[in-house]
């Protein structure tokens, strides 16, 4: 029976703790914005906002889908310096498709150039603001 009153006084004083620091995270914005390449909307692709050197803030992204992307998890992108990293894929142009089946996932690649991703020099400064904020990237070439 003591054991009993032992354990619901633990459990009774456990639910009073937090779970995590009583700090606040980053201030956040929600951003969107359109993404073209030579002019035409990005079909499918991924957009992160990263947190420039030196600074301790989370990275933020999202889907882009019909050139168009909104990211707002987690109350979107930290404000301040960041790098953008922008990929995008589409499906390989010598994979066959035939009727009775092919690949189970077609295989695509990354058709942006290395500068808008993997080496990118793409930067933003996101103001705090009234959301959402729009960040438009015009990629070439």
């Given at each position: 029976m003591k054991s009993f009153f032992f354990?619901?006084?633990?459990?009774?004083?456990?639910?009073?703790?937090?779970?995590?620091s009583a700090e606040p995270g980053p201030e956040r914005v929600i951003v969107t914005g359109n993404v073209t390449f030579d002019g035409k909307p990005v079909s499918?692709?991924?957009?992160?906002?990263?947190?420039?050197?030196?600074r301790e803030a989370p990275q933020a992204g999202a889907i882009i889908k019909a050139g168009q992307y909104r990211v707002e998890n987690k109350g979107g992108v930290p404000i301040g310096a960041c790098q953008v990293k922008i990929t995008a894929d589409r499906p390989k142009?010598?994979?066959k498709i035939v009727a009775d089946g092919g690949p189970e996932e077609i295989p695509t690649t990354q058709y942006l150039p290395a500068r808008f991703n993997e080496k990118t020099e793409l930067t933003v400064e996101i103001d705090p603001g009234s959301d959402p904020v729009t960040k438009d990237f015009d990629l070439k070439s």
């Open positions: 354990i619901t006084s633990v459990l009774f004083g456990l639910s009073f703790t937090g779970c995590g499918q692709g991924e957009i992160w906002f990263i947190p420039t050197a030196g142009e010598d994979v």
